[in-house]
């Protein structure tokens, strides 16, 4: 039976190097996808869901200071968006930037979206030719803006 809650789109995106945690862009398109009758997971707004008050407030210090407890609890964020990624998403919508270029999760959600032959919309927030390959090989469709991505997925959903 089909889902009647519309398509689910999961959002990839520096998180951990953006400095506002890669909450606005998702914010901004989120209301787009809202409007389509679309579904999103946002991995901003679900961290919280897995984390407990205490892991919430020093994971990533963690990283210096208890690595083997940093590992245990980013371990578990990333089975849960892989997870989604494999077992819920429709598509997945990426916000390619500077700060996605320092980190691996944006690269490994795109590739395993790719690989599952999810549509990977690939927003790129920098010239196309500082874009990794790999990255722009993951990509269904390359947009310039959100705003661009917005109206395709309008057209799309007629």
């Known amino acids: 039976m089909p889902d009647v809650r519309g398509p689910l789109a ?13 909450r606005r862009w998702r914010r901004s398109i989120t209301a787009s996808i809202d409007r ?18 205490e892991e919430r407030l020093h994971f990533r210090g963690w990283k210096e200071t208890d690595l083997p407890r940093f590992q245990q609890t ?3 964020i990333i089975a849960r968006d892989l997870d989604v990624i494999t077992s819920e998403a429709d598509y997945v919508i990426c916000y390619w930037d500077e700060p996605a270029t320092r980190g691996a999760g944006t690269q490994a959600e795109i590739t395993l979206a790719h690989r599952l032959g ?13 874009v990794s390959g790999w990255v722009l090989g993951c990509a269904t ?11 395709f997925l309008e057209r799309a959903s007629r």
């Open 10 to 22: 999961y959002l990839a995106g520096a998180i951990e190097h953006a400095p506002d945690g890669g």
């Open 36 to 53: 389509l009758g679309h579904r999103v997971f946002d991995p901003t707004k679900n961290e919280h869901l897995l984390l407990n008050e």
């Open 74 to 76: 980013v371990r578990r």
């Open 118 to 130: 999810k549509p990977v919309y690939l927003v790129t927030a920098m010239p196309r030719a500082k």
């Open 141 to 151: 469709q390359v947009f310039d803006d959100l705003e661009a991505l917005g109206e």
